[in-house]
């Protein structure tokens, strides 16, 4: 009963590092995504893809790319870490259809020093 | 307007109170929405869909007004574990979901 899975859970880097967070998802979801959350804000989404082969930017997508490896698996990568990247990642998936549900992974925090 | 619009809170509550949350939205299209609830420190977790007028479970009640464009999440007999950030989300299209920003309730003893 995994659902959505991200890794790692936490990450510290320094500066100028490049990272991939990874996320996997086992409900057969088309839609999966990844939002960044900082202390007393809101979701902002970096990310998404629509379905297997499409990406599209969300309101934060600076300093940031990202793979639709498959159906299943959506990753994250930060080519050049900036401590303003400091920040809780989560991805979500859910089924198209604006009467569907978002579908949460636990989350990576992520510390860039 | 913003497209999703919360009261931050918090929301401080005895115990057994009953307490309502607003949210108001911009886009007048949308069909369904949805109140996910976040611990702190944790992954949002969906509590309610409301599709129509509005959907009961338990001690959660969320309601609709498609006129006034604006749904509310009514909790009763609140308990310690209802203290969380309560999350307004509506559809922006298919694909994309827009959070709000959140209300915080604490239930205290």
């Known amino acids: 009963n995994a659902g959505v899975t991200q890794t790692p859970k936490f990450q510290v880097l320094k500066t100028g590092q490049s990272m991939t967070l990874q996320c996997a998802q086992d409900?057969?979801?088309?839609?999966m995504y990844w939002y960044r959350q900082d202390p007393g804000m809101g979701l902002r989404l970096i990310y998404y893809s629509a379905s297997e082969g499409t990406t599209d930017k969300g309101e934060v997508p600076n300093g940031y790319n990202v793979s639709r490896l498959n159906k299943r698996e959506f990753s994250l990568r930060l080519e050049s870490a900036a401590p303003s990247q400091t920040s809780v990642y989560f991805c979500?998936?859910?089924?198209?259809?604006?009467?569907?549900?978002?579908?949460f992974g636990d989350g990576t925090r992520l510390s860039i020093l | 307007r913003k497209e999703v619009e919360q009261d931050p809170g918090p929301f401080n509550v005895p115990e057994g109170a009953t307490v309502a949350f607003n949210c108001t939205y911009s886009n007048s299209a949308s069909q369904s929405f949805f109140w996910y609830r976040q611990d702190c420190r944790k992954e949002p977790k969906l509590l309610m869909s409301v599709y129509s007028s509005g959907n009961e479970d338990g001690r959660f009640t969320a309601q609709l007004n498609r006129a006034s464009q604006y749904i509310s999440l009514l909790i009763r007999d609140s308990k310690l574990s209802d203290s969380a950030t309560y999350l307004c989300?509506?559809?922006?299209?298919?694909?994309?979901?827009?959070f709000g920003t959140g209300t915080r309730l604490q239930v205290f003893p």
């Open positions: 409900m057969n979801h088309n839609s």
């Open positions: 989300v509506v559809p922006y299209n298919t694909d994309k979901l827009i």
């Open positions: 979500a998936s859910k089924w198209s259809g604006s009467n569907q549900p978002q579908h």
